[in-house]
């Protein structure tokens, strides 16, 4: 839609939120509120998205411009803030020239659809109304500006919960903040907006009355589902826009034949994919740019933050970081699988498990309190209980390589830069300095000394001292 461009308000302080972090960025499911309104207009096909910035309008444009979005932005500052009519005043000569009409919403709506705004846009423009407002029924409207409507059922005016008298605050239709107007009809009506009201701010939501009383047609479209329409302004909305999210996807991925426990005590990310027969036990967060394949069992409490997993995976109490799984691999309980780690098919990271940096080789096991970090395992490796890489020489991270089918003795300590060649053996306990050619055995221990009847005389000193 080239000829509609929308203007996102997010100047305002956000004072119920009660927060040092602006409104906008604060998140459901990990994505910033604004994030959510921008990607819903881009996909409702608008291609002039323009934001509206003023409290802590720096560290919003910054953070948006540091999001890997579906969809970009521009932002223009309002400073001071006088309300949303002067947010649009501001905001007006930044519009390209080819606009002929604006989208107006606020950037603590993040539940709206593309659909609904899509449908809102063509209602508007196939009715030639000056302006268009989209309303909600809800049952509990304490907050909201509610629409009050004149005789004919038209938009007589749109009062603000703190202007409005007892007969009004029973109204339970309200105004969701989303609007559409005629450019050059609102240019009209714009500057003559008053402050006269309980905030002193200039209400966008009187240039829709200001146009019916000039004699324009101004439409209110009373479709908007509530859930869509949720402005975000306490964290009790926020946690509540959560729970919606949440079970919107949730939904999604039974529909799609994944198995989800307990939904309510599941949470997915938008940006993640899951395989069909996988089955998520509660306390399971996946984060965004997951994916998980087939037949899998993720949980309980486990958390997968950009990582992908092959089919037949199964984790359980375990966190995994930005790293690649093979097809049934076996993890857990308590593994922490740390960036840039990579475990072939089969692979087994076991009880008490870190891995960091780790390319672990097909078949391979790592099953018990081990640390395994900046290594290379071939194929076969079995590490016993214990061992681990010593990586770091307090200024340079060093590699450890473990050819394939070695066998580790626990309690090894690999201090790297080592190599292990294939099918060698290290004998437990030992410390390995230097590198292990393939197929011998080695070993690094002091020589073990018996002494006989030690606990006898120790116990018989212990008498005479008495
Ligand atoms: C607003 C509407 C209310 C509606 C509700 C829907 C007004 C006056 N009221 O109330 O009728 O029912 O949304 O959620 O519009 N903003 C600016 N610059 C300003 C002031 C505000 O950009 O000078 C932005 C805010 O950042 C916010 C949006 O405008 O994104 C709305 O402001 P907010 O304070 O959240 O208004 P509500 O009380 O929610
Ligand atoms: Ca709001």
């Known amino acids: 839609m080239k000829n509609i461009g929308a203007v996102i308000l997010a100047a305002g302080k956000g004072t119920r939120m009660k927060s040092a972090l602006p409104k906008v960025l604060h998140t459901l499911l990990n994505k910033p509120l604004l994030q959510y309104v921008v990607e819903a207009v881009a996909a409702a096909g608008i291609e002039e998205r323009l934001v509206v910035i003023g409290h802590e309008g720096e560290m919003v444009q910054n953070a948006m411009e540091n999001l890997a979005m579906t969809a970009s932005c521009s932002f223009v500052k309002q400073e001071p803030q006088l309300g949303t009519a002067h947010a649009i005043q501001i ?37 030639k109304a000056a302006a268009a407002v989209l309303s909600a029924d809800l049952p509990d409207p304490h907050g909201y500006g509610r629409i009050i409507r004149n005789n004919e059922g038209g938009l007589k005016a749109i009062v603000e919960e703190k202007d409005a008298g007892l007969t009004e605050k029973a109204i339970c239709e309200i105004n969701s903040g989303i609007y559409c107007f005629d450019l050059k009809l609102l240019k009209t009506v714009l500057n003559d907006i008053k402050n006269d009201n309980a905030n002193g701010e200039y209400y966008l939501s009187d240039a829709i009355a ?3 009383v000039q004699g324009h047609k101004v439409l209110v479209i009373d479709s908007a589902p509530a859930e869509e329409i949720l402005g975000i302004n306490d964290r009790l909305q926020l946690a509540a826009a959560a729970k919606i999210l949440q079970n919107r996807i949730n939904s999604a991925w039974m529909k799609a034949g994944v198995t989800i426990t307990d939904p309510l005590a599941t949470y997915i990310d938008a940006d993640v994919s899951i395989g069909v027969d996988t089955i998520i036990e509660p306390q399971s967060f996946l984060r965004a740019g997951t994916s998980i394949g087939c037949g899998c069992k993720i949980g309980p409490a486990t958390e997968i933050s950009a990582s992908s997993l092959g089919d037949g995976v199964y984790a359980r109490h375990a966190i995994i970081i930005e790293s690649e799984i ?3 691999c076996d993890i857990g309980p308590f593994t ?3 960036p840039g780690s990579k475990l072939a098919a089969s692979v087994k990271a076991g009880h008490c498990v870190e891995l960091k940096k780790a390319e672990i080789g097909e078949g391979s096991k790592v099953p018990h309190l ?4 900046d290594a290379v395992l071939g194929h076969g490796v079995n590490i016993g209980c214990g061992a681990i890489t010593c990586n770091y020489d307090g200024q340079y991270k ?3 390589v473990i050819g394939d089918d070695a066998f580790i003795g626990s309690n090894t300590n690999f201090v790297a830069p080592v190599n292990i060649g294939a099918r060698a053996i290290t004998g437990a306990g030992s410390t390995i300095t230097k590198d292990v050619p393939e197929d011998a055995l080695a070993i690094e221990r002091a020589e073990q000394k ?3 009847g030690w606990a006898l005389r120790k116990e018989s000193k212990k008498q005479n001292d008495r």
């Open 91 to 127: 905001a007006l000569p930044r519009l390209k020239e080819n606009c002929t009409a604006i989208l107006v919403l606020c950037g603590d709506t993040p539940l709206l659809s593309p659909g609904l705004l899509d449908s809102f846009i063509k209602q508007f423009f196939a009715s």
């Open 210 to 212: 200001a146009l019916g």
């Open 326 to 328: 093979g097809h049934n």
């Open 336 to 338: 922490y699988i740390r």
């Open 370 to 373: 081990s640390y395994v970090g």
């Open 398 to 400: 060093h590699i450890t």
């Open 450 to 452: 018996n002494i006989e």
